[in-house]
């Protein structure tokens, strides 16, 4: 196998999807950047920047080339043929009104979910990827970035603990690779990990040090609030000279869930096992008599934000799914007019 293949992370789970091993390695490449109609793919033989075949073109996001896919070309090597199956995919819904799921890095192994020793740090937030990592099937490390510019790091260590039971916390100066040996140790040879966070949380200062030069620009945040200026504007998948594969990706505003209820479910793990004790099956933890989740708030044995969260997580994932399973419903119905209305004419 080419010696950038394997840089590039093609473990047999890949290789075992290509029929024929000897053709089709000389066309098989990663995705590293996706910008508009602009897809650029690194083979055996380079980078390559290239279209997708009309069949991709038309089918739904999700289904369309991302970052980090493993995909086959055509032989001129302009054009993406077919993507391989994916080991995960990490995928938001989309933001606004678009409701069309986003997929946002497929193949990872790990998930740098990158938050700051300051304000900036919300449970919630970090709950809400925590979900989405879950689903994803990749490994969520939650890291701390700005160490150095906090006084009680401890504190926001144990405020990142609690968010989901056994989840690793490493804790940085992303301007400092002598602080990075904890993150280090997640990054091996065929790795893939991606970055995501905030705006101005660090996650290209913290490539930048891991790879040991400048790959991607990084920027100032604001004083007053302390938020990021959306520096980055597009995924990227790095090869660290040292072995491993990062993604950079842009600052993520907002961060909508869909279908992800079993991975709710995952996160907030002891709500789930505490309300097996509730008087009632169905218990919404609202009012309930007979409540364990309640009677555990009132003892101090759980966080009323987080009940809270969890609560609204299952909401908004509930009428999401709904409104997903509807699309695909009409989209299929549609189709169907189209697929008869074609007979009907081929028939006349
Ligand atoms: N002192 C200190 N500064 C940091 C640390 N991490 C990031 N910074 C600074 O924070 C600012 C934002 O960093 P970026 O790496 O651009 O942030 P980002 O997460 O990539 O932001 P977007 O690309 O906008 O999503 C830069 O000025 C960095 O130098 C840290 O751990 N300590
Ligand atoms: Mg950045
Ligand atoms: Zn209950």
Redesign the pocket.
Known sequence: MSDILQKLGLVPFFIQQLADIDLLQERVGRVTSVQRSRTTVVCGSGEHLVELSSRLRQSAAIGRPTVGDWVVLDESLTRIERVLERKSLFKRLGAGSSNTIQPIAANIDILFI?T?CNEELKESRLERYLALCAEAGAMPVIVL?????CDDVDRYVERARKAQAGVAVET????DPDTLEGLRSWINQASTVALV??????????LNSLAGQSL??????REDDKK?????THRQLHILPSGGLLV????MRELRVAEVEQSIGDVFDDIERLARGCQFADCQHNTEPGCAVLRAIEEDRMDRRRLANYRKLLRENAQATATLAEKRAQGRAFAKVVREGKTKVALE
């Open positions: 990158v700051s970035t700005k160490a150095d510019l940085a100066n992303a301007r966070g905030s705006s101005g949380v660090g996650k290209s200062t913290l991607a620009a990084t920027g100032e945040i990021g200026r959306h520096t980055t950079d990706v842009p600052g």
